[in-house]
């Protein structure tokens, strides 16, 4: 069985396109959504912010996935100032873009 998996919040469409690259080349499958995404409201110029996601398709490779796109996440985070995190009930510490704690999979709390 397969399902899809939200993984990563990309902050851009290349950010999301390379670390789907990274999972296929590990042999995990993966999709990013929302970079082809053009919002069409009533004419309006004003040009949404849409950030990608990466979502995976076997939960099988979840905890690799994960790992992954931990150390990417690292590699691509931007070198002004800390990144953002948040702390999981579990006590892990996960970066910004997660929405799952990357040790235990609970939900990252509403702030
Ligand atoms: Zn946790």
């Avoid at 931990?70 to 873009?97: I, L, N, V």
Wanted: with cysteine; hydrophobic share 35%; net charge negative.
């Amino acid at each position: 069985m397969s399902s899809l998996t939200k993984l990563y919040l990309a902050a851009n469409a290349v950010d999301g396109h390379m670390l789907k690259g990274l999972l296929e080349q590990e042999g995990i499958q993966a999709v990013v959504r929302g970079d082809d995404f053009v919002p069409l409201q009533g004419g309006t110029l004003f040009k949404m912010e849409t950030r990608p996601s990466v979502w995976v398709l076997d939960d099988e490779h979840l905890p690799r996935a994960r790992a992954l796109a931990a150390d990417f996440g690292r590699r691509s985070t931007p070198s002004e100032g800390p990144p953002a995190t948040w702390t999981c009930r579990c006590g892990e510490t996960s970066e910004e873009q997660f929405t799952e704690c990357w040790s235990c999979g609970r939900p990252k709390p509403e702030a």
